[in-house]
């Protein structure tokens, strides 16, 4: 992080510095967000979040603007900034474009090199056979994790960094709603099948009619997957 600093003129110093905290406050701050320390609807009082980072006030709000500019917060006036939370036709709108940025993800990984695609497989099969695993266990987080993981690799080997942008921030606001459409062993296993049946079309995908068939199935699984959410299935 040396080259950062080269040639700065010392009245930009202070701006640079505190630029730098900021981002450090706003990963904190997006951590405690995610993890439930921070419930939606919850108020984030600047003076206790100043107390608590032992920072001054300077990073603490441009950490909240970019939460804001993010959509995980929201400022309004004589009521301060609090947690987002998402209404229902919120979740569904980020649901369906998830499920475009799903889709376009596994038709790129269906035209990799066969080489490349076949590392993907296995990576795929090692999740499903974790969350094999963490339903064996009844453990609905550790499945949580590896489900983000399988859908974040077609995401990562697309190899796209406005697509994998875009995805990081829909994940991010989905995880506001505290979904719970994996909590039950019946949604887990029939949400693992759908990831089998996707792997599987992936593993095809020379020999199948339809080149498109895993980028249907990724976009049916991540739109059952709402339907899951909010009980049409």
Same mark, same amino acid.
């Given at each position: 992080?040396?080259?950062?600093?080269?040639?700065? =003129?010392?009245? /930009?110093?202070?701006?640079?510095?505190?630029? #730098?905290?900021?981002?450090?406050? &706003?990963? %904190?701050? *997006?951590? !405690?967000?995610?993890?439930?320390?921070?419930?939606?609807?919850?108020?984030?009082?600047?003076?206790?979040?100043?107390?608590?980072?032992?920072?001054?006030?300077?990073?603490?709000?441009?950490?909240?603007?970019?939460?804001?500019?993010?959509?995980?917060?929201?400022?309004?006036?004589?009521?301060?900034?609090?947690?987002?939370?998402?209404?229902?036709?919120?979740?569904?709108?980020?649901?369906?474009?998830? =499920?475009?940025? /799903?889709?376009?993800?596994?038709?790129?990984? #269906?035209?990799?090199?066969?080489? &490349?695609? %076949?590392? *993907?497989? !296995?990576?795929?099969?090692?999740?499903?056979?974790?969350?094999?695993?963490?339903?064996?266990?009844?453990?609905?987080?550790?499945?949580?994790?590896?489900?983000?993981?399988?859908?974040?690799?077609?995401?990562?080997?697309?190899?796209?960094?406005?697509?994998?942008?875009?995805?990081?921030?829909?994940?991010?606001?989905?995880?506001?709603?505290?979904?719970?459409?994996?909590?039950?062993?019946?949604?887990?296993?029939?949400?693992?099948?759908?990831?089998?049946?996707?792997?599987?079309?992936?593993?095809?995908?020379?020999?199948?009619?339809?080149?498109?068939?895993?980028?249907?199935?990724?976009?049916?699984?991540?739109?059952?997957?709402?339907?899951?959410?909010?009980?049409?299935?």
């Amino acid at each position: 992080m040396d080259w950062l600093f080269n040639e700065v =003129a010392q009245n /930009d110093f202070d701006e640079i510095k505190n630029t #730098s905290l900021g981002k450090l406050v &706003r990963d %904190q701050l *997006l951590s !405690q967000i995610l993890s439930g320390a921070f419930a939606p609807g919850q108020v984030l009082r600047e003076s206790e979040l100043v107390e608590q980072l032992k920072v001054s006030r300077v990073p603490v709000r441009e950490a909240l603007r970019a939460l804001e500019s993010s959509g995980l917060v929201v400022s309004r006036k004589h009521f301060g900034v609090y947690v987002r939370e998402l209404t229902d036709a919120e979740v569904r709108d980020l649901y369906e474009f998830r =499920a475009l940025l /799903d889709s376009h993800a596994g038709r790129m990984a #269906s035209h990799l090199p066969a080489e &490349r695609r %076949q590392m *993907l497989v !296995q990576d795929l099969e090692a999740c499903t056979q974790a969350m094999d695993a963490a339903d064996a266990e009844d453990n609905p987080q550790a499945y949580y994790r590896e489900n983000l993981r399988f859908h974040w690799l077609f995401i990562d080997y697309a190899g796209n960094k406005e697509i994998a942008k875009a995805y990081r921030e829909v994940i991010q606001k989905l995880h506001l709603s505290r979904l719970t459409n994996l909590s039950t062993s019946s949604h887990r296993q029939r949400s693992n099948e759908e990831h089998k049946q996707i792997v599987k079309a992936l593993r095809d995908s020379e020999t199948i009619a339809h080149a498109d068939y895993c980028a249907e199935l990724l976009s049916h699984h991540v739109i059952n997957a709402h339907g899951r959410l909010s009980g049409d299935d």
